[in-house]
């Protein structure tokens, strides 16, 4: 059962709508704390639609009847499957005359409005739209005198606000969903703990939170709205993916002072003291840490980096093996939850 809904249209620095303390409880922006070493994580990332095209040629038999069904949207946008049917006259039917007396049928029906287009022709071409994409035409009866080729596979879109407005805008917090933005959904269930009374053992209650990240969330901090993004939804160096994976992500620590650099092939880290003095040990670093280095201006673009071995205070080795020179990095420690 969902207990909470956390609507993140606007992100902080350093992943502060969305992190685990050092006391283990899971800290999110609109949502109670609670301890998160049961926790597990469901993300949904955002796909966005991809209209279906459908093709169709027809082997053009006079006085012949071709069977077929056509799957698209009526005017209440659900997905129906109509079949259908069209006799060819008795002499002169030929694979143009087909297809378009079809696409006349398809047009005349009640899903014709949800269409990009259906137009005949040498073949037959039916295009869903984004709203609509999953459309499709389907020789159910094996005809040889019809062949369906998939031009484009329909994909519906995933994360529109529009769709979890329905889903979530009854909830408390729902109704700040942005019905024309698209969100990264994380779901994170806790397990209830389990208290022992004699011989009768007790559940304090399951607990969901879904956590929505706003893809067009505005910056609630100094750095840019892309990291801050980032540093949540990360499939590898994210909160969510590191608490999915059991793991804390300690609050990133923004280094100024000390810029960071990756040598090409070898995936050499380098630290460069411009003043203070930021290294390795003072940071705490060990294997399994990342570096995310920016890029771009106050991290608009960043490339990051798991760190698979310290040799010095100024030196490393990680997974990035993409040349990158030295800037501003955030150091994220990658931890036990505590019990």
């Known amino acids: 059962m969902i207990s909470n809904i956390s609507v993140l249209n ?9 992190f685990v303390d050092a006391d283990g409880f ?18 949904t990332a955002i796909v966005a639609a991809t209209a279906a095209v459908n093709t169709v040629t027809f082997t053009a038999v006079n006085s012949y009847t071709y069977n077929f069904r056509v799957t698209g949207y009526d005017a209440t946008n659900t997905l129906v499957t ?20 079809i696409a006349a049928r398809i047009n005349a029906s009640p899903i014709a409005a ?35 080729v998939i031009t484009t596979a329909g994909v519906e879109a995933q994360g529109l606000g529009s769709d ?30 389990i208290i022992t009374a004699g011989q009768a053992a007790y559940e304090t209650g399951l607990t ?53 650099a990756i040598t090409v092939t070898t995936g050499a880290i380098a630290l460069v003291i411009v003043s203070g003095a930021v290294t390795f040990a ?3 670093a060990q294997s399994g840490d990342y570096l995310v280095v920016n890029s771009g201006t106050t991290f608009s673009t960043s490339v990051s980096t798991k760190i698979t071995g310290i040799t010095t205070n100024l030196l490393a080795y990680g997974t990035n093996i993409v040349a990158q020179s030295a800037e501003s990095f955030k150091y994220i420690a990658v931890r036990n939850i505590a019990n």
């Open 26 to 43: 899971l800290n999110i922006t609109g949502c109670p704390k609670i301890k998160a070493k049961t926790a597990k994580v469901n993300t």
């Open 282 to 284: 003072s940071l705490g």
């Open 82 to 101: 109509l079949t259908m049917a069209y006799t060819s006259p008795s002499s002169g039917a030929t694979a143009t005359t087909i297809a378009t007396a």
């Open 208 to 260: 969901t939170y879904i956590v929505l990240v706003n893809a067009s969330a505005v910056t609630g901090g100094t750095d840019n709205v892309a990291v801050n993004i980032a540093l949540i939804n990360n499939a590898t160096y994210g909160a969510a993916a590191l608490l999915k994976a059991g793991y804390r992500a300690v609050a990133p620590t923004t280094t100024t002072t000390t810029t960071a």
């Open 164 to 193: 979890l407005l329905l889903a979530y805008g009854g909830f408390v917090g729902g109704s700040s969903i942005v019905a024309a933005n698209s969100y990264t959904q994380h779901e994170i269930t806790l397990t209830p703990d």
């Open 10 to 18: 606007t992100v902080k620095d350093n992943a502060a709508d969305f």
């Open 114 to 148: 949800q269409f990009a287009s259906v137009v005949g022709g040498a073949t037959l071409v039916l295009t869903g739209t984004s709203a609509n994409p999953l459309i499709s035409f389907q020789n159910f009866s094996a005809d040889p005198n019809i062949a369906v």
